[in-house]
RNA sequence: GGGGCCGUAGCCCAAUUGGCAGAGGCACUGGAUUUAGGUUCCAGCCAGUGGGGGUUCGAGUCCCCCCGGCCCCA
């Protein structure tokens, strides 16, 4: 631009420049004078007086991506920030900062490829992060910045799994308990041990294990995604449906190993039923309550040669219809109840082509482990192999053959089922591929097709025996109820609830994540380290790949990089026996780990004798009163993307519940309310080889698009590097300024809509700003252009009219909406002292409302009011009723619908009195041919004549 | 396949929750400023709510069917 052009523009208009210069200036003055910290009650960050209403709000726990932020990444940002500001411009005590969930794959993965350090490419990644939100204007606390990787962080992780480990599940109590107590419940009796020996019976190793497997954190042999390829398990995500791993495409194999778990099952009931006290989206609280699964049923034992199948299912009821049992491929009684050879009669279609069951079992088992489990559920074939063995079905006493088939997985229920084809697709699949013929035991209504199971309700049929109970006519509530008490009364089993969800899979082969504060002795027992050696630090190494293997070798064993750190695995250590060499656990925790507790420290972030001082999380994160008896406490506002809906969400949940019980918090929810965020999308252009083009080249004309000259076609959907739409908040900032942005951004639409991004769109929210700054400055002098001038009774209405509107909008997340009435507002004051100048009382209240959205332009402007201190605290406008409450009212008058007329009426007018007005008002009178058949007075709103 | 959400002007979106379809922005048109373009300012223009049926005095809003899009589960 050359200095002929800016000769043209007035000097003190607000340009670019101009806003890039202001919000530099008061970026820094925040920043200097800390004008965000919210004081804690006690404390470093203590700070003399304590506001009595706060406020803490939260963006979900970002990732500090390598390559950078684009426009949508903000969007969450920018509107906890509106809604801080205006809450703290209202009195409150406002918490709002931002951290970093900074452990996690791309940094291990780019360590792997280039030998870097992944700290090193993290920490410059956050400060990256972290220059791009600085030009945003954020109002953040910023002494409570956390980083998941810092040692005094997850120390605290640490400190948090011995807290959770430490402890086991009393059921009766329903609550968490110190493992000590677990100890004194054994030796009284109150819980048995698991072969029913009492107590003192046990040795000491036998002791250990009693609790060790009781505990809310414990090693299992758990069924894992192992990828040898990879050297690493794999979460259920992270394999594609056909069984392989997404990176890398390697085979995956459904091995049991040893791993951390963490017993979140206890919590089940608990993590459905708290749902209710929470002020969340219905979607995010159906979502968790079907990943939580909770079903009624029984539980059913089959006698099986010399042992028992158990079986769990939801529909007692159609125990007689039980034509086989099914075990999973992985259930631990199939090898012992495998026969030795095929009864003389086998049907062909059950052995799967092996001359022994043992072959054919072993055969199936497999293949079936290379297989995912979603595969093996949604696998319309259904396929199986006989075990030669044959078990008993209680109701009736009859024979039925016990199957492996790789439908069933062990992970749900008991790992295995009793097959009811007349009242199941699955079964009836099954059935069919091996030629056993169904039997119903739900009468199907007339008409229903012969082949398919009928899952409904109606009369129960086939189902009764002399010897055992009598279902028949019964419909299925009471057929359960019936069957649930014979099967408990004979010893059979018993009523049983069930979950869909698992304990949570706790270990990871990674090198970068929180190392387990637990040693092994010779033994191979696991102990705990004593909270004194707190933080164990990531050791150094020389390479952060876990050893892989060959892809197809599934007998390998896991060797996470931490095993190859061997001056770090061996210690010596007295743990209370003497000094002794102990070896480290080698895994790491998962990525979820860091982000289930990060709202306790945001509370307390410096604080080295505790993870959190208990008179800063009653303060900040309790129960309240104001939110009625049943209060779970929490975060006042948690905004992020539903992509946490379950996982982040449920696992925080559940930690928080865990330190509840032990008594370390006071709340039994960590976020009290969720809002979930809509994603900017983008447009993108594809040329006719199908290749990207730059979105930002390419114009529209009559409906088509061209870049160069070149016709080409429009994609909708993410940005990215890749697809050439990328927009960042950095270019917004430097063409418009941050307010602009800012105001766009909210603008665009509901905060939890997705919508495209419009560059083209964003000169509007600039225009608007640089009419709003006429208003109050002179363009070309700089000078206030404010007077004393006394305001019209129109002006005083539209605006408390604005600020009434406005502060609803702000409380209520509607920001699109209050930045529409600023710019009515504006447009009322311009137009009415666009030539003499705003009066003060006008342009002070304009710009306080204002400033949570745009806050750089308003501190100037309101500094140039001529006040001396931040607009941040305690100013925002409070509307006077008197100004809200109109003299007279205009009511439409419709005809059958249609407005035909309209009248104005005093406001006090009754009902009968605008009836009156409106019948006898000269079009509508013309009308009337005598009286209406009905007259519609709707007061405030209109009226409505019905002929 | 099952469940949920959403379709309003050329585009992004409002609509006091069943009461006058239009607040705001973009684009477009005209005018002012400017040597001109751009900027800026002022004024104006545009739909009857995806389609069909129903309830109602009255439906964008509630109910049913269909079409299109997104999400979750299988």
Same mark, same amino acid.
């Given at each position: 631009?050359?200095?002929?052009?800016?000769?043209?523009?007035?000097?003190?208009?607000?340009?670019?420049?101009?806003?890039?210069?202001?919000?530099?200036?008061?970026?820094?003055?925040?920043?200097?004078?800390?004008?965000?910290?919210?004081?804690?009650?006690?404390?470093?960050?203590?700070?003399?007086?304590?506001?009595?209403?706060?406020?803490?709000?939260?963006?979900?726990?970002?990732?500090?991506?390598?390559?950078?932020?684009?426009?949508?990444?903000?969007?969450?940002?920018?509107?906890?920030?509106?809604?801080?500001?205006?809450?703290?411009?209202?009195?409150?005590?406002?918490?709002?900062?931002?951290?970093?969930?900074?452990?996690?794959?791309?940094?291990?993965?780019?360590?792997?490829?280039?030998?870097?350090?992944?700290?090193?490419?993290?920490?410059?990644?956050?400060?990256?992060?972290?220059?791009?939100?600085?030009?945003?204007?954020?109002?953040?606390?910023?002494?409570?910045?956390?980083?998941?990787?810092?040692?005094?962080?997850?120390?605290?992780?640490?400190?948090?799994?011995?807290?959770?480990?430490?402890?086991?599940?009393?059921?009766?109590?329903?609550?968490?308990?110190?493992?000590?107590?677990?100890?004194?419940?054994?030796?009284?009796?109150?819980?048995?041990?698991?072969?029913?020996?009492?107590?003192?019976?046990?040795?000491?190793?036998?002791?250990?294990?009693?609790?060790?497997?009781?505990?809310?954190?414990?090693?299992?042999?758990?069924?894992?995604?192992?990828?040898?390829?990879?050297?690493?398990?794999?979460?259920?995500?992270?394999?594609?449906?056909?069984?392989?791993?997404?990176?890398?495409?390697?085979?995956?194999? $459904?091995?049991?190993?040893?791993?951390?778990?963490?017993?979140?099952?206890?919590?089940?009931?608990?993590?459905?039923?708290?749902?209710?006290?929470?002020?969340?989206?219905?979607?995010?609280?159906?979502?968790? $309550?079907?990943?939580?699964? $909770?079903?009624?049923?029984?539980?059913?034992?089959?006698?099986?040669?010399?042992?028992?199948?158990?079986?769990?299912?939801?529909?007692?009821?159609?125990?007689?219809?039980?034509?086989?049992?099914?075990?999973?491929?992985?259930?631990?009684?199939?090898?012992?109840?495998?026969?030795?050879?095929?009864?003389?009669?086998?049907?062909?279609?059950?052995?799967?082509?092996?001359?022994?069951?043992?072959?054919?079992?072993?055969?199936?088992?497999?293949?079936?482990?290379?297989?995912?489990?979603?595969?093996?559920?949604?696998?319309?074939?259904?396929?199986?192999?006989?075990?030669?063995?044959?078990?008993?079905?209680?109701?009736?006493?009859?024979?039925?053959?016990?199957?492996?088939?790789?439908?069933?997985?062990?992970?749900?229920?008991?790992?295995?089922?009793?097959?009811?084809?007349?009242?199941?697709?699955?079964?009836?699949?099954?059935?069919?591929?091996?030629?056993?013929?169904?039997?119903?035991?739900?009468?199907?209504?007339?008409?229903?097709?012969?082949?398919?199971?009928?899952?409904?309700?109606?009369?129960?049929?086939?189902?009764?025996?002399?010897?055992?109970?009598?279902?028949?006519?019964?419909?299925?509530?009471?057929?359960?109820?019936?069957?649930?008490?014979?099967?408990?009364?004979?010893?059979?089993?018993?009523?049983?609830?069930?979950?869909?969800?698992?304990?949570?899979?706790?270990?990871?082969?990674?090198?970068?994540?929180?190392?387990?504060?637990?040693?092994?002795?010779?033994?191979?027992?696991?102990?705990?380290?004593?909270?004194?050696?707190?933080?164990?630090?990531?050791?150094?190494?020389?390479?952060?790949?876990?050893?892989?293997?060959?892809?197809?070798?599934?007998?390998?064993?896991?060797?996470?990089?931490?095993?190859?750190?061997?001056?770090?695995?061996?210690?010596?250590?007295?743990?209370?026996?003497?000094?002794?060499?102990?070896?480290?656990?080698?895994?790491?925790?998962?990525?979820?780990?860091?982000?289930?507790?990060?709202?306790?420290?945001?509370? %307390?972030?410096?604080?080295?004798?505790?993870?959190?001082?208990?008179?800063?999380?009653?303060?900040?994160?309790?129960?309240?009163?104001?939110?009625?008896?049943?209060?779970?406490?929490?975060?006042?506002?948690?905004?992020?993307?539903?992509?946490?809906?379950?996982?982040?969400?449920?696992?925080?949940?559940?930690?928080?519940?865990?330190?509840?019980?032990?008594?370390?918090?006071?709340?039994?929810?960590?976020?009290?309310?969720?809002?979930?965020?809509?994603?900017?999308?983008?447009?993108?252009?594809? %040329?006719?080889?199908?290749?990207?083009?730059?979105?930002?080249?390419?114009?529209?004309?009559?409906?088509?698009?061209?870049?160069?000259?070149?016709?080409?076609?429009?994609?909708?959907?993410?940005?990215?590097?890749?697809?050439?739409?990328?927009?960042?908040?950095?270019?917004?900032?430097?063409?418009?300024?941050?307010?602009?942005?800012?105001?766009?951004?909210?603008?665009?639409?509901?905060?939890?809509?997705?919508?495209?991004?419009?560059?083209?769109?964003?000169?509007?929210?600039?225009?608007?700003?640089?009419?709003?700054?006429?208003?109050?400055?002179?363009?070309?002098?700089?000078?206030?252009?404010?007077?004393?001038?006394?305001?019209?009774?129109?002006?005083?209405?539209?605006?408390?009219?604005?600020?009434?509107?406005?502060?609803?909008?702000?409380?209520?997340?509607?920001?699109?909406?209050?930045?529409?009435?600023?710019?009515?507002?504006?447009?009322?004051?311009?137009?009415?002292?666009?030539?003499?100048?705003?009066?003060?009382?006008?342009?002070?209240?304009?710009?306080?409302?204002?400033?949570?959205?745009?806050?750089?332009?308003?501190?100037?402007?309101?500094?140039?009011?001529?006040?001396?201190?931040?607009?941040?605290?305690?100013?925002?406008?409070?509307?006077?009723?008197?100004?809200?409450?109109?003299?007279?009212?205009?009511?439409?008058?419709?005809?059958?619908?249609?407005?035909?007329?309209?009248?104005?009426?005093?406001?006090?007018?009754?009902?009968?009195?605008?009836?009156?007005?409106?019948?006898?008002?000269?079009?509508?009178?013309?009308?009337?041919?005598?009286?209406?058949?009905?007259?519609?007075?709707?007061?405030?709103?209109?009226?409505?004549?019905?002929?």
């Amino acid at each position: 631009m050359g200095a002929e052009s800016t000769d043209a523009v007035p000097r003190h208009r607000y340009t670019a420049a101009l806003a890039g210069a202001i919000e530099q200036r008061w970026q820094r003055y925040w920043e200097e004078r800390g004008t965000f910290h919210a004081p804690n009650p006690v404390g470093p960050l203590a700070d003399g007086e304590l506001p009595d209403q706060k406020m803490f709000i939260q963006d979900m726990f970002p990732y500090p991506s390598g390559s950078g932020l684009h426009v949508g990444h903000p969007l969450g940002f920018i509107g906890t920030d509106v809604f801080a500001r205006f809450h703290r411009m209202d009195g409150r005590n406002v918490l709002h900062t931002m951290g970093f969930d900074a452990f996690g794959l791309p940094a291990e993965q780019y360590a792997v490829q280039t030998g870097q350090h992944p700290r090193k490419t993290t920490e410059e990644n956050m400060r990256t992060y972290l220059r791009q939100i600085r030009r945003l204007g954020l109002a953040h606390d910023e002494r409570r910045r956390i980083a998941t990787i810092d040692p005094e962080y997850y120390r605290w992780t640490q400190w948090i799994f011995l807290r959770i480990y430490d402890s086991w599940y009393d059921e009766q109590a329903d609550c968490a308990k110190p493992i000590a107590s677990l100890e004194q419940a054994f030796a009284a009796g109150d819980v048995s041990t698991s072969d029913g020996r009492a107590w003192t019976d046990l040795s000491a190793d036998e002791r250990r294990a009693e609790i060790d497997e009781r505990r809310l954190a414990y090693i299992s042999e758990a069924p894992v995604n192992w990828c040898p390829g990879l050297g690493t398990v794999l979460s259920n995500e992270e394999v594609t449906a056909d069984g392989r791993s997404e990176r890398g495409n390697f085979p995956v194999f $459904r091995r049991n190993l040893r791993q951390w778990m963490m017993r979140i099952t206890a919590y089940a009931d608990r993590l459905i039923d708290d749902l209710d006290r929470l002020d969340w989206p219905d979607k995010i609280k159906t979502m968790q $309550r079907n990943w939580i699964g $909770r079903s009624y049923g029984a539980r059913v034992h089959f006698p099986c040669g010399d042992s028992a199948i158990e079986v769990f299912t939801t529909r007692p009821d159609t125990l007689f219809g039980n034509v086989a049992l099914i075990l999973a491929p992985e259930h631990p009684l199939v090898e012992r109840i495998t026969a030795d050879a095929w009864p003389s009669d086998v049907d062909s279609r059950w052995t799967g082509g092996a001359t022994t069951p043992a072959e054919a079992v072993a055969a199936y088992r497999r293949a079936a482990s290379l297989k995912s489990e979603l595969d093996r559920q949604e696998n319309k074939d259904k396929t199986g192999v006989f075990t030669g063995t044959y078990a008993t079905n209680p109701v009736n006493g009859e024979r039925i053959p016990v199957f492996v088939a790789d439908y069933v997985l062990m992970g749900y229920g008991t790992g295995a089922i009793g097959v009811a084809p007349g009242e199941d697709q699955r079964d009836w699949d099954f059935v069919t591929v091996l030629g056993i013929t169904p039997v119903r035991t739900v009468q199907p209504p007339a008409g229903h097709p012969d082949d398919t199971p009928y899952p409904g309700d109606g009369p129960h049929v086939n189902s009764s025996h002399e010897n055992g109970p009598s279902l028949d006519g019964l419909n299925i509530d009471d057929a359960k109820k019936t069957i649930t008490a014979w099967l408990e009364e004979h010893d059979h089993g018993k009523g049983a609830v069930q979950y869909k969800l698992r304990d949570w899979l706790f270990s990871r082969q990674r090198y970068w994540g929180e190392p387990f504060p637990i040693v092994y002795d010779e033994t191979g027992a696991a102990h705990a380290l004593p909270e004194s050696m707190l933080p164990i630090e990531l050791p150094e190494v020389d390479d952060y790949s876990p050893r892989t293997f060959d892809p197809d070798d599934a007998d390998s064993m896991p060797s996470p990089p931490l095993s190859r750190a061997g001056d770090w695995v061996e210690v010596e250590l007295d743990l209370g026996d003497g000094p002794k060499t102990y070896r480290r656990d080698v895994n790491t925790m998962p990525n979820w780990a860091g982000s289930c507790w990060y709202q306790l420290r945001y509370v %307390d972030p410096t604080n080295s004798e505790r993870f959190v001082d208990p008179a800063n999380e009653r303060y900040w994160l309790g129960p309240q009163d104001a939110h009625g008896p049943n209060d779970p406490g929490g975060v006042d506002l948690y905004l992020g993307g539903q992509e946490h809906a379950v996982l982040h969400l449920l696992y925080s949940r559940f930690w928080q519940k865990v330190l509840f019980d032990l008594g370390d918090v006071s709340s039994d929810e960590p976020y009290r309310k969720l809002f979930n965020q809509g994603y900017i999308q983008a447009y993108a252009y594809t %040329d006719a080889r199908g290749s990207y083009v730059p979105a930002e080249e390419v114009s529209e004309s009559d409906g088509e698009f061209f870049w160069n000259g070149q016709k080409v076609n429009q994609e909708y959907g993410k940005m990215g590097k890749s697809l050439k739409n990328v927009v960042t908040p950095d270019d917004m900032c430097e063409t418009y300024g941050a307010d602009t942005f800012r105001f766009y951004e909210m603008a665009m639409g509901p905060l939890d809509v997705s919508r495209p991004w419009a560059t083209k769109d964003v000169v509007g929210a600039h225009r608007f700003l640089q009419r709003l700054w006429r208003n109050v400055i002179d363009e070309s002098t700089g000078e206030l252009r404010v007077t004393d001038t006394e305001p019209s009774d129109e002006d005083l209405r539209a605006l408390h009219k604005t600020i009434d509107g406005v502060r609803g909008d702000y409380d209520g997340l509607r920001f699109n909406t209050a930045g529409a009435k600023l710019i009515e507002l504006n447009n009322h004051v311009t137009k009415a002292y666009g030539k003499s100048g705003t009066p003060r009382t006008l342009a002070e209240p304009l710009v306080l409302m204002l400033a949570p959205l745009c806050p750089h332009v308003a501190e100037e402007l309101w500094s140039k009011l001529g006040h001396d201190n931040t607009l941040a605290h305690s100013t925002f406008p409070v509307a006077d009723e008197r100004y809200l409450i109109e003299d007279t009212v205009e009511y439409p008058i419709q005809v059958n619908g249609k407005v035909r007329s309209r009248i104005t009426v005093s406001a006090s007018a009754t009902q009968d009195e605008v009836k009156a007005t409106a019948l006898a008002e000269e079009k509508i009178a013309a009308l009337l041919n005598g009286e209406p058949r009905k007259v519609i007075v709707v007061p405030g709103r209109l009226v409505n004549v019905v002929l």
